[in-house]
């Protein structure tokens, strides 16, 4: 609880009073209902000042009442809150929900230039497999230089392998990365032609701490004096980064190093209607905050599943959020409802929120230079219509030109030879890389019954269309049919 006897804001005349959530966690997020105390030591009891209902979170963690109780209230000697110049306030707190979420972004100035040197004396004397610089310190984070003076792992004397190591990754929680762009020369002592190679951006993390050149540079080009880069047996090896170490985070949202941000990725997943549906796929959103492809001026966002089964496939609406700091309330940017597959897991918009909006400071999108977005997402069940169990009969032969496809009615082997049901069905075979799947269905229903059990087409596809891995249809050896089906009625024996 903090109190402010003399009102805080625009308290004046009250006392001020505010409850304060201490978490250390990067990410964290807890719902609660809370009001404000005050003991009547007249009469032996708590009273409500005041209360509600706040989601308390990282870059949110304290809410109350300026104006929690008058000084005159306060005062009164009949209200029994002052007795003695003593009183007793306390808080009533329910905690609705508490959870972990998202993921957490930290996004170091990219504008200065980071240089290290690295001064290596007696270089034909070095006999150990490998060499490291002393430490230094980057944006709080400690690297180093590796050095392997006739070649890692396959190089065998060839050449030098120089590489740039994390010192810090190795203590790393297992979801957290460093991403770093740098870049390593070795020095030219008579000229400018310096030996440079660059990296992209790379990762660091417990699992990789440590990138460069395993073929940084030929032995016999470093060891030819008229070379410039081994003068009186001495060499030096420079590491340059510009803004690194780059984003440190947790989690999997890929954004371009822009600017000094901190963004937090929430995840909600949820079914839509009634039924609630698990999510089982591992799901990412991905933010280019200076836009991507046409997104000049804007924020691009894009939701993607990651899936790693051949073929797969999810329906899903989903609604990209941006959280209002002002008014403590979540806006929805934009949605759209799509079909998420092995060959298209992405989808979103290269023009999510413009940058005048995000940055103007009405809207309370960007406090204290931190931002936090969100994904809400309803994953659309695909189910069959009616109260039938129907089987796909799918035949398929080398020998055969067609390929043909049946609707079997499986429980019509048990139904009394007057029992009938009529059912209106497509077949569709899914097209992998398109949209243009390969769909035929009947302009009238047909009765299903004990005699008749399967309708279909004989020659739903020529076996040379479906083969054709062009057309799509057929996947690392994988095709995939569905059938819509709709019961009409049912015929039932009359006695």
């Known amino acids: 609880m903090i109190i402010h006897p003399e009102g805080e804001g625009d308290g004046d005349g009250h006392i001020s009073v505010y409850l304060a959530i201490i978490e250390k966690r990067a990410v964290w997020e807890v719902n609660a209902s809370f009001s404000f105390l005050i003991f009547d030591q007249i009469h032996d009891n708590y009273n409500v000042m005041k209360g509600m209902e706040r989601r308390f979170r990282n870059i949110k ?27 007793i306030f306390g808080v009533d707190v329910y905690v609705i929900k508490k959870q972990g979420i998202g993921e957490c972004m930290s996004l170091m100035n990219g504008t200065r230039v980071y240089n290290h040197e690295w001064k290596i004396t007696e270089f034909t004397k070095l006999k150990k497999k490998v ?64 030996h440079k190679k660059s990296g992209g951006l790379n990762w660091y993390s417990v699992a990789a701490n440590s990138w460069g ?36 985070w947790i989690g999997s949202v890929l954004v371009p190093v822009v600017s000094a941000l901190v963004i937090t990725v929430l995840g ?40 790693k089964s051949a073929v797969w496939e999810v329906n899903a609406s989903f609604s990209f959020l941006i959280f209002d700091q002002i008014h403590d309330n979540y806006n929805v940017m934009k949605g759209m409802e799509r079909r998420f597959r092995n060959i298209k897991n992405e989808w979103g918009f290269s023009k999510c929120i413009s940058h005048k909006t995000f940055k103007d400071p009405s809207n309370g999108y960007l406090g204290n230079d931190k931002c936090v977005f969100g994904v809400d997402v309803y994953v659309i069940k695909n189910q069959g219509i009616g109260n ?108």
């Open 61 to 87: 963690t304290e809410w109350g009442f300026s104006k929690c109780i008058s000084h005159e209230t306060f005062k009164d000697p009949s209200n029994g809150y002052l007795v003695n110049d003593k009183c």
């Open 268 to 307: 909600m997943g949820r079914t839509r209607g009634k039924s609630r549906l698990a999510w089982t796929w591992s799901r990412k959103m991905i933010i280019h905050p200076e836009g991507e492809g046409d997104g000049d001026g804007h924020i691009s966002v894009y939701l993607a599943i990651i899936e």
């Open 388 to 495: 039938f169990r129907y089987i796909l009969q799918v035949t398929s032969d080398k020998m055969v030109r067609t390929s043909p496809s049946f609707l079997n009615q499986f429980d019509a082997e048990g139904f009394d030879r007057q029992k009938r049901v009529q059912a209106n069905f497509s077949i569709s075979l899914k097209n992998q890389i398109g949209d243009e799947h390969h769909k035929k269905s009947d302009n009238i229903a047909n009765w299903y019954s004990a005699a008749t059990k399967g309708w279909g087409w004989s020659s739903f596809m020529p076996c040379c269309e479906l083969n054709d891995p062009k057309k799509g249809f057929l996947i690392e050896d994988c095709c995939i049919v569905e059938a819509e089906v709709s019961v009409v009625r049912v015929v039932n024996c009359l006695t």
């Open 131 to 194: 060499y490291y610089s002393e430490e230094f310190t980057v944006e709080d984070y400690k690297w180093k230089l590796s050095l392997y003076p006739t070649g890692d792992i396959g190089q065998n004397g060839k050449n030098i392998s120089v590489f740039l190591e994390s010192v810090d990754a190795k203590g790393f929680d297992r979801q957290k990365r460093v991403k770093a762009k740098f870049s390593i020369s070795l020095k030219n002592w008579i000229g400018d032609e310096h």
């Open 213 to 248: 050149w395993s073929s940084f540079m030929g032995c016999r080009e470093l060891n030819d004096p008229k070379n410039g880069f081994l003068i009186e047996d001495c060499c030096i090896v420079e590491a340059e980064g510009m803004g690194w170490p780059g984003p440190a």
